[in-house]
């Protein structure tokens, strides 16, 4: 199968320190977001790739936030001296543009607890 | 500033009937839009969409209405079956070019509940 994957499922760190979240998105998709969820609301964007290159960032990615797509494949997230405001469900999704539409597909999501 | 918005928390409907989940928009430079389910602690799940050439796109069981003059979309599902139960969302990406093309911009959800 060929859906996309996340790892972990579930993180729980102290405050302060620093996590990192892998995606791997299906195999010819060229586009790959990260999303960031919280109870009660829906997915909200961070940031995406397209190939290689992160060609958006949303202004709720701080500076201890970074995501990196290296070869155009697999994308980690970052965050440094987490807060206890991190905690939450962390979604990734990828996509192949066709006809100008853009269908995203999310991975199982990670979990990420701050205590 | 919410952009796309779902009104309805939650929605209770007996097996068989038809449920109506309803989404409104506020972006006009909005032009595709999605709804995904979800089960809890999984991720969305891609349904169905419409992009705003259409006013009707149909799978199945699921049908999406599109109002583009009342910025409105509803996603019907008949007959409901007690699977269907979970959350709900509509989302929203602008055109290509746009700043809002690609990135999904998503309602707050509704709970459906589909009992036997």
């Known amino acids: 199968d060929t859906g996309v994957s996340q790892d972990p499922r579930h993180k729980i760190t102290k405050r302060g320190q620093n996590v990192t979240f892998r995606c791997d998105p299906i195999s010819e998709h060229n586009r790959l977001y990260w999303y960031r969820q919280t109870l009660g609301q829906g997915p909200e964007f961070l940031t995406y790739f397209q190939n290689e290159a992160q060609l958006e960032k949303s202004r709720l990615l701080s500076d201890r936030f970074s995501a990196e797509r290296p070869k155009g494949s697999f994308s980690t997230l970052e965050i440094q001296r987490t807060e206890q405001g991190d905690s939450a469900m962390y979604l990734c999704a990828s996509s192949l543009v066709a006809g100008g539409l853009d269908t995203q597909y999310f991975g199982p999501g990670t979990r990420l607890t701050v205590l | ?116």
């Open chain 2, 1 to 116: 500033d919410q952009q796309v918005k779902q009104n309805s928390p939650s929605l209770s409907v007996q097996e068989g009937r038809i449920s109506i989940l309803n989404c409104d928009y506020t972006n006009s430079m909005f032009d595709y839009f999605l709804w995904y389910k979800k089960y809890p602690a999984e991720g969305p799940t891609f349904l169905i969409s419409i992009s705003s050439i259409k006013d009707k796109n149909e799978d199945g069981r699921f049908t999406v209405f599109l109002n583009k003059s009342a910025k409105h979309l509803s996603l019907h599902i008949v007959p409901s079956q007690p699977g269907d139960s979970a959350v709900y969302f509509c989302a929203a990406s602008g055109r290509a070019g746009g700043t809002s093309y690609g990135k999904l911009t998503f309602g707050q959800g509704t709970i459906l509940t589909v009992h036997p």
